[in-house]
């Protein structure tokens, strides 16, 4: 049998009509009788179609990840979960940083042979026209700068370091059950997706990002160290965006 076949009988045996079984998950009937028909066009695309297949398998009794997972047999697979670990990691910019910031790498070496030529000069007995270290602009060190590098550029939390770190929103998302979670940010890049297991945490950092969430009462979310709940309620799919001002107010 076929899963639309298999949810359809799942739901007779439990004496749930289909405005019940929409009441309880949250679907629109069109939809759970397209679905139990097998078609599952109504559903808006793949990633849609799972979390309604999971929602009611586990409303009528049956094994969400196994008829999700016939789901993608069928239609040609899910993509590949993207490893949030191998995106955000605390030395690998934000693309976004890359493109909008200057070479910090090079002015770091601008800024260091100044200081050099300075001591030089003052050693050598230079006249007081000579710039002072106190006024040399050394930039912010680049997060991808060896670390050998530190101890030249005392001036590494300065304020501009510290207003590009609060430019990203930064998203950290606990799975209190397992879930499918997807995210890309304003460009479309993928920052995530895939099912957060049981206890698992990711986190997202960019300046705006779309998250889905197939099931908004599975996780709860922190935005830049403040908590903020959970995004909607359990076996709903939710679509939630988050951008640099929001997370300025401390507010989703």
Known sequence: MDIGGDLAEARRSMGLTVGQLSARTRIREVIIQAIERNDFSACGGDFYARGHIRNIARVVGLDPEALVHRYDEEHGGVPLPVRAASIFQADTPIRIRERRSPNWTMAMAVALVIVVVFGVVRTMGGDGDTPTADVVPVPPAAPSAPAG?????????????????????????????????????????????????????????ARKMKVTFADGGAVTLQMNGKNIGAPGRPGQVVNRSYAVSAAKEGRR
């Open 149 to 205: 590098s530190a101890p030249d550029s005392p001036r590494r939390t300065t304020p501009l370091a510290k207003s590009k770190r609060s430019d990203v929103v930064v998203l950290k998302v606990r799975a209190e059950r397992s879930s499918w979670v997807e995210a890309e940010d304003a460009n479309g890049r993928r920052l995530f997706a895939g099912v957060l297991g049981a206890g698992k945490t990711t986190v997202l950092r």
